[in-house]
């Protein structure tokens, strides 16, 4: 059982594959700074880092930063209109 007021998360990246002209550039983050390896980028502008740390919705996980990605993030909802026909493949192999 979880502590009340506790939330479920996970941490995600907040770096992107390719270059960028601008998101690339360093973060300070906790008296460090972390910067994207060569080909990649942040996927938010440094002002949308700064306000993210801001928001508390970073973490140091290792030598990365990551997202801190709640669940409740989302909402959600019961599926309710379940199709369960199946088809065969046309290789006779089992239902699909």
Do not use: C
Request: cysteine-free.
């Amino acid at each position: 059982m979880l502590p009340k007021g506790s939330r479920i998360f996970e941490l995600t990246s907040l770096i992107s594959s390719g270059e960028s002209k601008t998101g690339g550039e360093k973060f300070e983050f906790d008296g460090e700074w972390f910067e994207p390896r060569s080909g990649q980028h942040w996927k938010t502008t440094i002002d949308g880092m700064n306000n993210l740390a801001k928001l508390r919705r970073i973490k140091k996980s290792g030598n990365k930063l990551r997202f801190v990605h709640y669940l409740d993030d989302y909402s959600i909802s019961e599926i309710t209109n379940n199709w369960v026909d199946t088809r065969r493949s046309s290789f006779g192999e089992e239902k699909l």
